[in-house]
């Protein structure tokens, strides 16, 4: 199930800025980039451009997640973080609200991701064609919620946290695909781009940037 596309017209909050990179908090319910049709229009990459205009895409958040998301500001500095990603070479941090008493303090979802074509966008598990997709996971706390969690993706599959933490029972509250009842009764996903980690593309050395968590 989807939702209207009713984007907040939160002023942008600009987390880092320097001659080569610009690292954006993205508020929930914001497309990263377009979506088909004029409806679809409003996203953070035309709202970056509009102030930034050398701004070049390098990775997305789903629409729903908000938090850190890095764009280059030359296409020398795009090919050098497209790398990174590609190589697997960052490092993300996410916190999660998730549905339910999680028992163990950490562990690792290896279950491979494939798109529900009868079902986009959403994804599904499958063993046979799926590709191979790792979550590490940390206990925070419990609360009256739930357990708030600390995700971090080792690959960086369409959907994976969210699909993941439905796989083990835990699915993260207000997700309009993959909650349903009293976890899905939240007015936003609950899950948040905490920390991304990567080298410099001017220098190559260690940047670390990270955004307050909303909720």
Not at 135 to 164: E, K, N
Not at 193 to 200: A, Q, V, Y
Request: proline letters at 8%; one cysteine or more.
């Amino acid at each position: 199930m989807d939702t209207p596309y009713q984007p907040p017209q939160d002023d942008l909050v600009i987390l880092h800025e320097d001659h080569e990179l610009l690292f954006i908090d993205k508020p929930a319910g914001l497309l990263s980039v377009p979506g088909r049709g004029p409806h679809l229009a409003d996203c953070l990459i035309a709202r970056v451009q509009s102030v930034f205009p050398e701004a070049l895409l390098v990775h997305r958040l789903d629409r729903d997640t908000s938090g850190v998301i890095v764009f280059a500001r030359s296409p020398v500095a795009q090919r050098h973080l497209g790398l990174q990603f590609e190589k697997r070479q960052t490092r993300k941090q996410y916190i999660a609200q998730v549905w339910g008493q999680v028992t163990e303090r950490q562990g690792r979802v290896d279950l491979p991701l494939i798109v529900d074509w009868d079902n986009r966008p959403r994804q599904m598990v499958c063993h046979e064609t799926g590709r191979a997709a790792q979550t590490d996971w940390a206990l925070i706390r419990h609360d009256i919620y739930g357990s708030r969690l600390r995700l971090m993706p080792l690959t960086g599959r369409s959907h994976q946290l969210r699909v993941h933490m439905l796989a083990i029972g835990h699915p993260i509250l207000g997700d309009p695909f993959y909650a349903s009842g009293q976890a899905g009764a939240f007015p936003r996903l609950m899950l948040h781009s905490r920390e991304l980690r990567l080298r410099h593309p001017d220098g190559g050395r260690g940047l670390t940037v990270s955004a307050p968590v909303p909720f």
